[in-house]
């Protein structure tokens, strides 16, 4: 399936007329926009054109079908860059992560979009497997190294199933939204602080 748009689009030969980075753009936007909105089912190509303010042949050069252009929203999905400094002490680290996932859950849209995919995975699995890629598999990755890292300073017990915490500690902004809403700010540092207290805290 192709990631996004038609490379041979993006290079033409001598004479040929050369793509619009803005058009590009706008149709990337408009796409992204009707799916948190309005779901995959609402993302058409004729809609997305519209709210471009192009044609449908114009995003058909780009991307060959919706499932192909959905893909391409999810490579370049807005989100709040993440880079805890390696430097910064473990548990620091974790709760950096865990307000990061707090503000992009908060993006417009952000938990429906995720429903979207999911309730597309037996027609379009390829959707959920790239947002899990994208999106997904970083974070976790960073937080389990975090993780990894409190316990090997001794600041975590030595048998900690970092799977299983990763899971529990990432699970329970879901399960927040799904019982009541909106994850208030201060819900990273009480879920990761049930698990690992903050340093003064373990002093005392």
Not at 23 to 30: E, F, H, K, S
Not at 43 to 57: K, L, N
Not at 94 to 111: P, T
């Amino acid at each position: 399936m192709s990631a996004g748009p038609d490379r041979t689009e993006q290079v033409r030969s001598s004479g040929g007329r050369p793509r619009d980075p803005g058009l590009d753009a706008a149709i990337i936007g408009a796409a992204e926009q009707r799916l948190r909105k309005h779901g995959y089912s609402g993302m058409s190509i004729d809609a997305v054109a519209v709210d471009a303010g192009t044609t449908v042949p114009a995003v058909r050069r780009r991307y060959r079908d919706r499932a192909a252009l959905a893909a391409a929203v999810i490579d370049v999905m807005r989100s709040e860059p993440l880079r805890p400094p390696k430097s910064a002490p473990p548990r620091r680290r974790a709760l950096a992560i865990l307000e990061n996932f707090r503000r992009n859950l908060a993006l417009g849209d952000s938990m429906p979009l995720l429903g979207t995919f999911l309730a597309e995975e037996r027609h379009h699995p390829e959707l959920l497997d790239r947002f899990r890629a994208r999106l997904v598999a970083p974070r976790r990755a960073m937080l389990a190294e975090a993780l990894r890292d409190g316990v090997a300073a001794g600041e975590l017990p030595s048998g900690t199933d970092i799977e299983l915490v990763v899971n529990m500690l990432i699970g329970s902004f879901y399960a927040h939204y799904v019982a009541g809403g909106a994850v208030p700010p201060d819900w990273p540092d009480r879920v990761l602080g049930h698990l690992w207290p903050p340093e003064d805290f373990r002093a005392s």
